[in-house]
């Protein structure tokens, strides 16, 4: 998963500055060796791993970042700029709890540079949107974990999606109302077209054992009435769907007849064209935000 692998890095590239190894070149490790120092309360460091042209000026950010170690989540590489989604403990020091900025890099005559300036004025001077923001960073990073597992998942992977859909609150949905009616559209669509292959399969396997079509006429029935509910999207909408599209899977994988073996390929692809949408819908919802 992404988070255990920043995790490993995190740790391999500390190991790595201890031991006077060479350096850092991506901006996963520049912003990582730049925590460290941050941690250290090391000046000179962090004006080598920043745009921070002179050490006296180092403040801090006004914190003290004693032992802290950030965890890193999305990153995003736009030719000589990067973000990085960086998980910080709070500033009230609540236990377990953690705060969601962007550390923000530059890239200049070759090296990338943690942008000093510009990341301290996110962490003392955070968006109200910051929080919002991180859920939808969370989400994007849960799916696109489960969204790289094996077939065999599709029924936990929709799940998980409708459980996340869940968590998300009324303003996320005034915050990306076009984004979400879009995505609405598209998952209707989607929706259509699977009942539409459903409704096939049956017509030609009309001598497929009951089990097997009552569970597909079943199938049939969830998704038309989960996807009435998408002329007005919101979450409730799209978890709702989820939860349709996680139990066809669940169905799908339990047929029994051979005869349906090529329409199961079918629907799988239908399926993981789903959650690749779905994994396109978090990015536009979050550059919705910004």
């Known amino acids: 998963m992404i988070y255990t692998w ?28 730049f925590w460290q120092a941050m941690a250290e309360d090391d000046a000179g460091a962090v004006a080598e791993l920043s745009t921070l042209a002179d050490p006296s000026a180092f403040d801090g950010f006004a914190r003290d970042w004693f032992e802290t170690v ?24 609540a236990s377990g709890e953690r705060r969601e900025v962007i550390t923000y890099l530059v890239n200049l005559n070759g090296d990338w540079l943690v942008d000093y300036d510009r990341t301290g004025k996110a962490i003392m001077n955070p968006s109200p949107l910051d929080g919002l923001m991180g859920e939808i960073n969370r989400l994007g990073e849960r799916l696109s974990a489960t969204f790289s597992q094996s077939s065999d998942d599709l029924a936990l992977r929709m799940d998980a999606m409708a459980r996340e859909f869940e968590a998300y609150s009324d303003e996320a949905s005034r915050r990306a109302e076009k984004v979400m009616e879009d995505y609405g559209r598209a998952l209707q669509e989607f929706m259509e077209e699977l009942e539409k292959s459903i409704e096939e399969a049956l017509e030609d396997h009309q001598q497929a054992p009951a089990r097997d079509r009552s569970a597909l006429q079943q199938t049939a029935a969830d998704l038309n009435q989960s996807r009435d509910r998408l002329d007005e999207p919101d979450f409730d909408a799209f978890a709702d769907s989820s939860r349709a599209l996680a139990e066809a899977g669940a169905r799908f994988s339990r047929l029994s007849d051979e005869s349906f073996k090529s329409y199961q390929q079918t629907w799988e692809a239908k399926l993981d064209e789903i959650s690749a949408r779905t994994q396109a819908f978090f990015d536009d919802l979050e550059s919705s935000g910004r």
């Open 70 to 93: 950030p965890d890193f989540g999305r990153v995003i590489i736009d030719e000589r700029e990067a973000t990085i989604v960086t998980r910080l403990p709070s500033a009230d020091g």
């Open 6 to 33: 920043f995790k490993v890095a995190l740790l391999s590239l500390v190991l790595a500055v201890a031991a006077g190894c060479s350096k850092p070149e991506t901006p996963q490790e520049v912003a990582a060796e």
